[in-house]
């Protein structure tokens, strides 16, 4: 049967078990999708899985987590403290489980009890995630078996199942359901809606014992399993997409560019260069500059304007995104996810313009956050300034950040560019190039 009472639902008791500061939170994971940084995995203790308590990090920092993406193959992962939670990373890409365990300690309430966490999250397509095994020696965990309209999930402790276990599942909004397992500790949940979910249990076990200092008479378990359903959404959401491509549409660009030719001057890792540019109609970049180290770099940021202004085919197909989550309150806009793709792209639009891309490029995770956009004549939005982060795929360290400056100018009804500056910032130091541009003419004169 379904509860609509609110923060009470998480409680599973611990309202007579936690101080009342404390009351209604739960250990939660968080498998997040393709955003900024990559992919993470956050831990929450709070009463909602999507923000967490920063009175409690502290308690809950020495959490440990371990990733499966291959059956058996448990990988420890690197977790670190924020404010609110605590976050590490994984693959951009792939199903994957993630498990984990955190003692809270011992507590008085009726009885002195130690009591522990045993956490989980699942992310992916079915067909891996039903591979997976359990994670060995774990005193209470969920297991799960993923269907098309349906997800089996089975209390184990210490491995074996357990009969009767009662399961409560919580829904974004804090609306649960109570389930009851059979004799082989399994039961079926049914989602009837799409969204976030996270299903718990618990186990009491009796036995005195000694936990730094402190003694009690019996520990008390609670084991959860996260996940969003359905766990691979299939098709494109039509409000997403027209977020975005409103947003394509509101950006400035080149409708039948006829390309320009232009006097450049700049510097390049402390040389200064001079010549002429010729942008072609198909975006091809020509120099005649005196500075050969210089060639590659200003070809390469020429390229990027030309490609990033080159107006879209009206023939080309409508793109697939769904929407990552269901935050519409994040500072920087919605989170947008492509279905497919080679770079796991995502975007986030506020306002009607894009403000972030992230995508996973190789080995690394790039994020540009825009941070000034300027209307043209007609309204539409030129770039400013924006910056851009590179982390490390595996590690998450960040490797350089960029901040990027543009300057425009009108010929005919084209804007271009006249001022370029990237700064880039690293372990080696800072770094400052620069390109300007002037005395712009159009190739083909009927284009103004």
């Known amino acids: 049967m379904r509860h609509p009472y609110r923060l009470l639902l998480l409680s599973l008791g611990l309202a007579t078990l936690l101080m009342t500061r404390a009351e209604a939170h739960f250990l939660f994971i968080r498998i997040g999708g393709q955003a900024e940084a990559g992919r993470q995995v956050d831990v929450f203790f709070s009463e909602i899985a999507r923000a967490g308590d920063p009175l409690f990090v502290p308690r809950i920092a020495h959490t440990k987590l371990w990733m499966q993406t291959t059956p058996g193959k ?24 993630v498990s984990g365990e955190c003692t809270w300690g011992v ?10 966490y045993f956490p989980g999250a699942i992310h992916g397509e079915a067909k891996t995630l039903n591979t997976l095994k359990p994670r060995p020696k774990v005193p209470l965990q969920i297991t799960a078996t993923v269907h098309e309209d349906r997800i089996e999930m089975v209390a184990l402790a210490n491995g074996k199942p357990l009969p009767g276990a009662m ?13 009851k397992a059979d004799k082989n500790g399994r039961v079926e949940f049914r989602p009837d809606t799409e969204g976030h979910f996270c299903v718990y249990t618990k186990r009491v076990i009796p036995g005195e014992g000694v936990h730094k200092g402190k003694k009690y008479i019996e520990t008390r378990d609670f084991a959860t399993l996260a996940f969003h359903w359905p766990l691979i959404a299939s098709g494109g959401d039509k409000e997403a997409i027209t977020l975005f491509e409103n947003a394509l549409a509101k950006r400035a660009n080149w409708a039948q560019f006829p390309g320009f030719t232009a006097a450049v001057v700049g510097h390049v890792d402390g040389r200064a260069f001079g ?26 940021q020429l ?22 989550d269901q935050d519409d309150e994040h500072p920087l806009g919605r989170l947008l996810t492509f279905v497919g793709g080679a770079m796991a792209s995502s975007y986030r639009v506020r306002d009607g313009e894009i403000t972030v891309v992230n995508r996973a ?29 590179y ?8 490797l350089r950040t960029q901040s990027v400056q543009n300057r425009w100018t009108r010929v ?28 712009h003419k159009l190739l083909v004169k009927a284009a103004r």
């Open 74 to 97: 448990f990988q420890p992962l690197k977790v670190r403290e924020l404010p609110d939670r605590l976050r590490s990373r994984l693959p951009a890409g792939g199903a994957v489980a």
């Open 107 to 116: 507590l008085v309430r009726d009885v002195p009890f130690l009591l522990r």
């Open 167 to 179: 399961f409560t599942t919580v829904d974004d909004d804090l609306v649960n359901e109570e389930l």
């Open 275 to 300: 010549g002429t540019a010729r942008v072609a109609a198909d975006g091809d970049v020509a120099l005649d500059i005196d500075e050969k180290h210089a060639v590659e770099w200003v070809k390469d």
């Open 303 to 324: 390229g990027s304007m030309a490609l990033h202004r080159r107006a879209p085919s009206p023939k080309r197909p409508r793109p697939v995104l769904r929407f990552a």
């Open 361 to 389: 490029i190789g080995p690394q995770h790039m994020t540009i956050t825009v941070l000034d956009n300027r209307p043209n004549a007609e309204g539409k939005s030129l770039p400013r300034s924006y910056s851009v982060q």
């Open 391 to 398: 982390w490390d795929g595996k590690s998450g360290k960040l």
């Open 412 to 439: 005919g009804r084209f804007d271009l560019p006249t001022r370029l500056t990237v700064t880039t910032a690293s372990q080696t130091g800072l770094n400052v190039r620069s390109l300007r541009l002037a005395k």
